[in-house]
């Protein structure tokens, strides 16, 4: 073998090892993904808690790959941040309510306090409903709705606040 060949695989070998850190994340700077156990209730409450302190890279962690539109962490992320910014979007506060688990399916409501510049300026409470999925076996966020007044009842059993 010539000294260049042996260079060259020397070469290729350090940047293999690169990589496997990259890719495994061991590098540092990326989010931790969710722990495996989490219950569709944590999920929700995780994912709140993320955007609230607007931490959009660990937020992803909790949503589906299709809620993510197949996206790179970066680029949500950057997507999300830039959407947040131009609405001016603040979450006070929000509470999780149990969910209704069927088989890889689940829902979970919540009441969540917020403002932003174009749907809710006068910071109303948002009664909302997360359908959750399984996904690489953990829980995840496939959709979210702003659930209406016929709807509410099902996952609110006493009046919310503001009787909204």
Known sequence: MTDCRRRRQGFQSVVCGLLSV?????????????????????????????????????????MTVAMVQHKSRDDWAKEQQWSLQMSDVKIFEFHVYPGKVEGDK??????????????????LPELELYTLIREGGRWKIDQQQLLERSEQGKWFPTPPPDGK
């Open 22 to 62: 990259v890719v495994l994340g061991v590098g540092g700077g990326q989010a931790q993904s969710p722990a495996p156990a989490l219950t569709p209730e944590e999920t929700v409450t995780r994912y709140l808690d993320a955007l609230k302190a607007g931490n959009l890279p660990a937020a992803y962690d909790y």
């Open 106 to 123: 689940a829902r979970v409501p919540d009441i969540l306090s917020s403002q932003d510049n174009f749907l809710n300026q006068l910071v």
